[in-house]
């Protein structure tokens, strides 16, 4: 019987793995999954991230179990690690899905060489994405940099394959010797635990993932696409973390969501608007994939002379939420206790940082990926540089959200600011997104002392429009 091993990466999952059912389809499975965090450098995972992965690898792990094999984990070098096991096992094969951020695309060719050199067959296969990213270009057989033709041409293109199950012959290879316990891979936030009530918010693992995926398509779609922009409303699916991770495939959700539309068709534009949001997620795979050196460097050149400030002050100001934008704070708290921020609030706290407070989109990413439970190297990357400008497909500069504006727009009447800044539940409506609007008596009314209880707005709006635009002149000059 022949042995082949299936990688984990991102696909935390047994069914819709192609990579894991051609294994199968060989002979033994030999389940493994490496904690690297060397070769992924600066885009070792992040604090939140770390929490989803443990539990995402301990519900992977008794899924494994069920079905009568074990997971193996690893930590350290992946080459040296798949080196080391490729000797010490009669191994055929080694195969695994698709990743597609720089260091991992890297990784794959070290991997293919460690293998090839002891005769062994290193093989990837699709599962992340919907789409290859080389198979859809624009009729100039270029990459698409502009998301609306993008899309267009995805929906055109041949339909998403069918997800595959896990063939119910599957056997299991032994457990590997050098195998380590979840806990020694320390992912786990100690000293404070800053996620001890996230599993009250959260439920990492596949069987998670299509519970989410259930209760969006007969609770939440109905109300999509008007009530997604609306982040009291909660009409968003919150597959973000299960996507990052693979606890889900992209292709079952499409087709899930398909078949919803074809039982009822009447959610139509509810669910074309739920996949267009998926192919921002595709398209920023895209561009990774074509343009990798949007990881660091502004998608659009002229962006690397811009005068960014970066002042720590402020930037603390923001990273605590009390920066005096009830809007941006909301939003920042809420990242902060529950490692997700609503998709509106994201663009409003990004916008924010970036032109508000002059400060690099880098510097922004950064502490997205550290707080978010759906970090992904990706649509994170994508999205900040949209939201400050230099990305494809990018807001135009001069388009500066208003804090104000956006929080009477999207939260009209408040109950995600109060849920998240409760130092301001007492405040009215009418002044609940601009405190220091209220006059003496109001404030004296909500017991609200601004400056003690609540920040004074770091920065005035006007002003900080203003010096955004002549930043941004510079730059256009130059
Ligand atoms: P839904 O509205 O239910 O959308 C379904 C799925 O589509 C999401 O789960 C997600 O996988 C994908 N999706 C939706 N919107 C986008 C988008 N604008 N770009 C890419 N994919 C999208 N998303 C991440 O998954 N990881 C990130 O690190 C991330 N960082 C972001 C940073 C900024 C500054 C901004 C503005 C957006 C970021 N997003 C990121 C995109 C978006 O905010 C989240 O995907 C969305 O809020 C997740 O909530 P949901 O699953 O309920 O989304």
Known sequence: MTTTVFLFRNDLRLTD?????????????????????????????????????????????????????????L?????????????????????CSRAYSPWEVALEAQLREACNALGVTFKRYPGTLLHEPEHIENQSGAP?????????????????????PLPSETTWAEPLAQGAPLRELELLP??????????????????????????????????????????????TSRLSPHLRFGDISPRQVWHTARATLQQQPAL?????????????????????????????????????????LGNETLLRAWQQGQTGYPVVDAGMRELWHTGYMHNRIR????????????????????????????????????????????????????????????GQKFDADGVYVRRWVPELAALPDRYLHRPWEAPAAVLEEAGLSLGSDYPQPIVDHREAREAALAAYQEIRKG
Request: glycine content about 6%.
């Open 17 to 73: 793995l192609p990579g894991l059912a051609a294994a199968s389809r060989a002979g033994d499975v030999l389940p493994l999954y490496i904690l690297d965090d060397a070769a992924a450098g600066d885009r070792a995972l992040g604090g939140a991230s770390r929490w989803w992965l443990h539990h995402s690898l301990q519900a992977l792990g008794e899924e494994i179990a069920q079905a009568g094999g074990q997971l193996n984990l």
């Open 75 to 95: 930590r350290g070098d992946s080459a040296a690690c798949l080196r080391e096991l490729l000797a010490s096992r009669d191994i055929t094969a080694v195969h």
């Open 144 to 164: 698409f940099k502009v998301f609306t033709p993008f899309w267009r041409h995805c929906c055109r293109a041949e339909a998403p394959a069918q997800p595959v």
């Open 190 to 235: 100690t000293n404070p635990n800053w996620a001890a009530h996230w599993s009250t918010l959260w439920t990492p693992g596949s069987e998670g993932a299509r519970k989410t995926l259930e209760r969006f398509l007969q609770d939440r779609v109905q109300h999509y696409a008007s009530g997604r922009d609306h982040p009291a409303e909660e009409a």
């Open 347 to 406: 663009m409003v706290t990004a916008s924010f940082l970036t032109k508000h407070l002059l400060t690099h989109w880098r510097t922004g990413e950064r502490w997205f990926w550290d707080t978010l439970v759906d970090a992904d190297p990706a649509s994170n990357t994508a999205s900040w540089q949209w939201a400050a400008g230099s990305g494809a497909d990018a807001a135009p500069y001069f388009r500066i959200f208003n804090p104000v504006t956006q």
């Open 268 to 308: 139509e534009e509810q669910i074309n608007k739920f996949l267009a949001e998926l192919g921002w997620r595709e398209f920023s795979y895209h561009l990774l994939f074509h343009f990798p050196s949007i990881e660091h460097a502004p998608f659009k050149s002229q962006f690397e002379n811009f005068p960014w």
